[in-house]
């Protein structure tokens, strides 16, 4: 979809380079209207840049803070010009910073932060003070929205949030403090409420904590509302309304906005596009259909294109894909790109070539978008798509395909970040299968760049033949939402994701992967209730720092509680804490590839409890190191099993666990040539009521290590109690008897 794009934007720029005298688009699908220029009689200018902080400050080194730079200009707009300006550090041994304005710590100091814009700049300062616990403190605050457009004697209700220095965004509207600096035009109460009287304009001022912030509230006479029945419009189903509704948008789009007003009908259309401040709203969204023209053609045609400040509602807009079997990916129902401040809430959005909803841009990205309370239905490519987008609210939404088809896909392809997405109280659903995902929420590309601070909240979904794929995210909660899939998989660049409180049913549980050695790291998984027919946790490639904390897993008998493997980087850190286990074939296992050096290095497992599980609790091989197995509870089921293989194992302790009633308590084999396990300490454990009498290769022993393999060197076995066993005993080799000591048979 990206290089697609690039040529169709590339092949734009030749055309008005051969044609001379035109005026370029920001939006691509618009480059087929090219018009002469015109002198412009008033010039807007850039008159100043502001951070939204006047300190950024750390307490850690290789931590990283997104800025955000306002430019005001002349005609007193503002625009969020964060990826436009140029960066410059005056101590880069204190922090750097990336093109887009992600800060890196780097070193204790203070160091000057400038952003430069057609020269005019804008200056803050970095401080790193490793040796100050962080203090959370009030960053800056904002006005929700950010401009307001109203006729006389309106009221419109404005929040102040204010953001804070660990990232949490506080509803402080009822603590601030308000001001209009033209009472004349609009007032505001305590309250945060903005009432209107005559036209004009007037900068209404919200102060919480000493600092304050604006915004500018612009007054009509007008009421800024026409049918586009007036304008033409026959809604019999088969005329051609287009030249109608375009018609009724210009209008007032030369009059500074207003309503498009639709009465109910079926509306045939080629593609409209919406001016800035033009809304379109229709009578009831069960009765107005607009509709993709049967004649329209099959290229980049897309029904309604969004501007800045605008709104869709009330409307079904079918994309009429049966008509187009040669459509291409980017006809949509409702498409934006670069628009800001736009609402797509109560439409149905069905049958389109491409997606129901496509939310684009550039770099610049489109930023405070909210979809809300929409229907979409068996949209060709996909219900909902986010490429570049910041300030994203999707909730109170039904989202279901039956064509195989994503409900909700980000996939941006810019190399940047972006920030802020909550997604809440929707309903998903597809028949997704062969790999395809339901849900799939995605971050931005190549090193630094990332989704930040996703939410996905008291959601419904449901795709047992599809997948849940979380990747390139930063900070992402995934919480309370009922999830039936066929697998919930943390991919690539994930930073700090949690998921919890979840009540998730899969096919093939959670998969943790780091596919060409992009590793996610500081994922946590926990307080979530978990069913699967197969594995419950499949980590796999490589990853670091992960966490799996009060789970319930429940299974069918079959797969493993947990699967590790590192096949492309070791799997770092990883803990299972306080987690039940419930009906597997086994239970955690380290696996390891024989031909290489790949291990699985740091693993607690802790406080868990372990059931009807049909071999060990937990299987130990390969090259593992640094293992801790403490404080479990193994009922009904075998302990822990060591196998040493063809490669080095080391540091493992087994201690403080109650096993009972199971086949094997701990027991200790090699199955290579070449392995080798140093430092095994076995210690403070009870084990009772194990059942194996032992064989002709194994003597059942309650903790046994193996005497027909190689020992292992720096051994402890002390502490232990063993009780009721079938064979109520320690046997070890006899070079390790001397280190046996202090154990209590019953």
């Known amino acids: 979809m990206k290089k697609t794009l690039f040529l169709f934007i590339g092949a734009i720029l030749l055309l008005a380079i051969v044609i001379g005298n035109v005026v370029a688009t920001k939006n691509p699908q618009n480059s087929i209207q090219s018009v002469a220029k015109t002198p412009q009689a008033n010039v807007v200018s850039l008159k100043s840049l502001s951070f939204n902080s006047s300190n950024y400050a750390f307490t850690k080194i290789n931590k990283t803070q997104q800025v955000k730079v306002i430019a005001t200009y002349s005609n007193q707009t503002k625009k969020d010009v964060t990826n436009s300006v140029k960066y410059t550090v005056s101590n880069k041994l204190v922090a750097s910073i990336s093109n887009t304005g992600l800060i890196k710590s780097i070193g204790n100091g203070t160091t000057t932060l400038t952003a430069n814009l057609n020269g005019v700049v804008a200056t803050t300062t970095i401080t790193v003070n490793t040796a100050v616990p962080p203090v959370k403190t009030l960053v800056s605050l904002n006005i929700v929205p950010s401009s307001l457009d109203l006729a006389t004697n309106q009221s419109k209700s404005l929040v102040v949030q204010a953001n804070y220095s660990d990232q949490s965004v506080v509803n402080v509207t009822s603590q601030s403090a308000f001001s209009s600096s033209n009472q004349n035009v609009a007032t505001v109460n305590t309250s945060g409420v903005v009432t209107t009287t005559t036209a004009g304009s007037t900068t209404i001022t919200a102060s919480f904590g000493g600092l304050t912030q604006s915004i500018l509230v612009n007054v009509s006479n007008q009421t800024g509302q026409v049918s586009v029945k007036n304008f033409g419009a026959v809604g019999n189903g088969t005329t051609d309304d287009t030249a109608a509704f375009q018609s009724a948008i210009d209008y007032l789009g030369k009059r500074g906005g ?423 300490i076995i210690s403070g454990n009870h084990i009772s009521y194990t059942t194996d009498k032992g064989d002709a290769w194994h003597i059942g022993a309650a903790i046994e290590l193996d005497q027909n393999t190689t020992p292992p060197t720096n051994v402890s076995i002390i502490n232990n109690t063993l009780t009721g066993n079938a064979v109520n005993k320690i046997t070890v080799p006899k070079v390790l008897l001397p280190f046996v000591q202090n154990n209590i048979f019953n």
């Open 258 to 680: 207003g309503t498009v007003f639709v009465p109910a009908g079926t509306y045939s259309l080629k593609p409209i596009f919406l001016k800035p401040f033009v809304s379109i709203v229709g009578e009831n969204r069960d009765t107005v259909t607009l509709k993709l023209s049967d004649t329209s053609g099959s290229g980049y045609y897309r029904v309604i294109t969004m501007a800045n400040d605008t709104k869709i509602q009330n409307i079904t807009c079918d994309g009429n894909a049966k008509k187009h079997p040669d459509g291409i990916e980017h006809m949509h129902c409702i498409f934006a790109f670069d628009a800001d401040r736009i609402v797509i809430d109560n439409n149905r959005l069905i049958n389109a070539v491409a997606d129901g909803i496509s939310i684009s841009g550039s770099t610049l990205a489109s930023d405070d978008v909210t979809i809300s309370n929409n229907i979409l239905e068996n949209n060709g490519r996909s219900n909902i798509v986010i490429e570049q987008a910041n300030h994203l609210k999707i909730f109170n939404n039904i989202s279901t395909s039956t064509i195989g088809r994503p409900a909700l896909h980000f996939e941006p392809w810019e190399e940047m970040n972006f920030d802020d997405a909550k997604i809440y109280n929707n309903t998903f659903s597809s028949n997704a299968t062969d790999g395809a995902y339901c849900i799939q929420l995605e971050g931005g590309k190549n090193d630094n760049n990332y989704f930040n601070h996703v939410e996905f909240n008291h959601n419904k979904v449901t795709c047992t033949t599809g997948g849940f794929l979380v990747m390139e995210t930063n900070g992402a909660k995934i919480h309370d939402n009922d999830i039936n899939v066929e697998q919930f998989f943390i991919w690539i660049k994930n930073k700090d994701l949690e998921v919890y409180n979840n009540t998730i049913h899969t096919e093939e549980g959670f998969r943790v992967e780091g596919t060409w050695g992009i590793n996610s790291i500081n994922t946590q998984v926990y307080d979530n209730v978990v069913s699967t027919n197969q594995n419950a946790v499949t980590i796999v490639a490589g990853a670091e720092g992960t966490k799996f904390m009060r789970n319930s897993f429940t299974g069918n008998g079959t797969g493993a509680a947990v699967y590790t493997f590192a096949s492309v980087t070791d799997i770092k850190n990883t803990s299972f804490i306080n987690n039940t286990f419930t009906n597997f074939d086994t239970g955690i296992v380290t696996d390891y590839n024989v031909y290489d050096v790949l291990k699985v290095d740091g693993l607690i497992i802790q406080g868990n409890t372990f059931k009807n599980i049909n071999s060990y609790g937990v299987n130990i091989k390969g090259t593992t190191k640094n293992v801790t197995v403490d404080q479990n509870t193994f009922t009904g089921v075998s302990g822990v099993s060591i196998i040493v293989q063809d490669g080095p194992m080391s540091s493992v302790k087994i201690t403080n666990n109650t096993i009972s009633s199971g086949k094997n308590g701990i027991y200790q084999t090699a199955s290579g040539k070449k392995g080798s396990l140093s430092g095994l």
